[in-house]
């Protein structure tokens, strides 16, 4: 599985941006997730949707300012991202995993990952 984001970018505390990941194929059994790494920091999780249901989970410290959405014609993910803050800066990742309910939070769990797409929040 190919995935392609795109979206990031340099913005002030408060504002929003989209990001989207594409990819190139889908499955009922895959997850597809956000995940994001800010400098010096381990890989964390942000959002995922499992495929086969539509639902989303979010990590705590995002919940009501982001939400994640899918176009599923097109293999397409979105994260609407709003109330930007500073400690939401880091590297954007998009994921495609296969785990169970309970490994959806862990990055290990995910195979196939995209290239990243910079987000900067800046006070």
């Known amino acids: 599985v190919q995935l392609q984001a795109s979206g990031g970018g340099l913005v002030q505390a408060g504002d929003s941006l989209r990001l989207s990941c594409a990819a190139s194929?889908?499955?009922?059994?895959?997850?597809m997730g956000w995940f994001r790494q800010a400098p010096g920091k381990e890989r964390e999780f942000v959002a995922t949707?499992?495929?086969?249901?539509?639902?989303?989970y979010y990590t705590d410290s995002v919940k009501g300012r982001f939400t994640m959405s899918r176009d599923k014609p097109k293999r397409t993910v979105y994260l609407q991202m709003n109330s930007l803050k500073p400690e939401d800066t880091g590297v954007y990742y998009c994921?495609?995993?296969?785990?169970?309910?309970?490994?959806?939070?862990?990055?290990?769990?995910?195979?196939?990952w995209g290239q990243g797409t910079q987000v900067t929040v800046s006070s």
């Open positions: 994921a495609v995993g296969s785990g169970i309910l309970s490994s959806l939070r862990y990055a290990d769990q995910y195979k196939y």
């Open positions: 194929e889908s499955s009922n059994s895959y997850n």
């Open positions: 949707i499992r495929w086969s249901s539509g639902h989303i």
